[in-house]
Antibody
């Protein structure tokens, strides 16, 4: 079946970087965009950025420009989201989601930023 | 950026009630509007895409409508399994943006 499997929870110190992976299966990875969305505890959904896995083209929310990088490895059907210069406010669950309709979601990766 | 607002922010209704959540976009987004349902501890789930198209398997009691800047989702007969937070989201232009969510409870 179509699914996105994300990497496990991370604990990072302020100032560090985190790289979350999202492995696609059950469909052709390069045929659908990948979005990254985060959600702090008790808060709403926040779109971070997008990538076309075929071309590698990306787009980021202004809020994260310069701190977020979305990449992919097509040979293993995996997308990555790296967030740098972490601060406590980046503590959240990070999701990958397929295509503009976000019709398939990963289960989420909890990133905790704490000294 | 296109701002999305939703109302109400929360509601409490009885089983069998008709429930409507509205979503307003700050600019015309044509038909590029999705609705998601999120239950506690779970990832969001796409319910309705392109304003009114139901995802396969979503009960027919869910209905989406609207155009331009004003949209809504209606649950014709609220069921206990519909308890969740509902988000609208535009994908007319980057950055894609979500509404703040509407939490639905059973009275």
């Amino acid at each position: 079946q179509v699914q996105l499997v994300q990497s496990g929870a991370e604990v990072k110190k302020p100032g560090a970087s985190v790289k979350v992976s999202c492995k696609a299966s059950g469909y052709t990875f390069t045929s659908y965009d990948i979005n990254w969305v985060r959600q702090a505890t008790g808060q709403g959904l926040e779109w971070m950025g997008w990538m076309n896995p075929n071309s590698g083209n990306t787009g980021y929310a202004q809020k994260f420009q310069g701190r977020v990088t979305i990449t992919r490895n097509t040979s293993i059907s995996t997308a990555y989201m790296e967030l740098s210069s972490l601060r406590s406010e980046d503590t959240a669950v990070y999701y990958c989601a397929r295509d503009r309709e976000m019709d398939v979601w990963g289960k989420g990766t909890t990133v905790t930023v704490s000294s | 950026d296109i701002q999305m607002t939703q109302s109400p922010s929360s509601l409490s209704a009885s089983v069998g009630d008709r429930v409507t959540i509205t979503c307003q976009a700050s600019h015309d987004i044509s038909g590029y509007l999705n609705w998601y349902q999120q239950k506690p501890g779970q990832a969001p789930k796409l319910l309705i895409y392109d304003v009114s198209d139901l995802v396969t398997g979503v009960p027919s009691r869910f209905r989406g409508s609207g155009s331009g800047t004003a949209f809504s989702i209606t649950i014709s007969s609220l069921q206990p399994e519909d308890i969740a937070t509902y988000y609208c989201q535009q994908y007319h232009s980057l950055p894609f943006t979500f509404g703040p969510g509407t939490k639905v409870d059973i009275k």
